[in-house]
């Protein structure tokens, strides 16, 4: 039955319960992102930002992995060009989460839809779109908000206390070692199949082969050639 179609108190108790549904649903996942976080952190620290610097960064940019890899080139006296280009490289699937989960909001508001798009990350979209997918008659936007808002607030708070250890960490401590980590980390479950491996393979090989590249272009000619080697193996292989 339409949400219209209910009384409005009882449409209000559905999307306070569907809000519910969703902070329920991501609280086991915000046990992965608060350390990831706390690494982003500590990473903007040791790239010389400093405490401002790295609040505006976590607020405005929003995307660990994509964070992660402009402060390692920050961190190596990138060019700026290099640096942003890199991030958006990694951040290319939020192109295709955007493109899938769009038509669950086609109805909404350009703000709306907005302030929705900048929350958006790998776990709010996975959620999410399984959700919608499986109960239709989920009020869409009180359970994505709910899926979201805890991811936002807990990586927000844990980016600010890494940039807090980080400043006060000797470099005796060798602190840098997580950033490769971390990216391991993140690596390991995304192959979930030839394609991905093959981009994994591949992309990675680059990056490691381009190490010495000038301006430090040795990431972002992996990430392109590793996206575009996975996109040409699943194009083959059907």
Do not use: C
């Amino acid at each position: 039955m339409p949400a219209g179609h209910y009384p409005s108190n009882t449409v209000d108790s559905m999307h306070t319960a569907d809000l519910r549904r969703g902070v329920r649903d991501v609280a086991p996942l915000l046990l992965g992102i608060a350390p990831f976080g706390l690494v982003v952190g500590v990473a903007a620290a040791n790239a010389g930002l400093d405490l401002e610097l790295a609040i505006g960064m976590s607020v405005l940019v929003f995307a660990g992995a994509a964070q992660l890899a402009a402060l390692e080139l920050l961190r190596t006296d990138a060019p700026l060009v290099v640096v942003i280009s890199t991030a958006a490289i990694i951040n290319l699937r939020m192109l295709m989460y955007s493109a899938s989960i769009a038509p669950h909001f086609r109805d909404l508001g350009a703000r709306l839809k907005g302030g929705l798009a900048y929350v958006l990350t790998d776990q709010a979209y996975a959620l999410s779109i399984a959700r919608f997918e499986n109960g239709p008659d989920v009020d869409r936007v009180s359970y994505y908000v709910g899926v979201a808002m805890p991811i936002w607030l807990v990586w927000q708070v844990m980016t600010v206390a890494g940039a807090l250890l980080g400043a006060g960490v000797p470099d005796s401590w060798g602190l840098d070692f997580t950033v490769p980590l971390v990216f391991l980390a993140l690596l390991v479950p995304a192959v979930e199949d030839s394609a991905t491996m093959a981009a994994a393979f591949v992309g990675g090989s680059v990056a490691v082969i381009g190490a010495g590249l000038p301006l430090n272009l040795g990431l972002p000619v992996g990430a392109t050639i590793g996206v575009l080697a996975g996109a040409t193996f699943e194009t083959v292989k059907q």
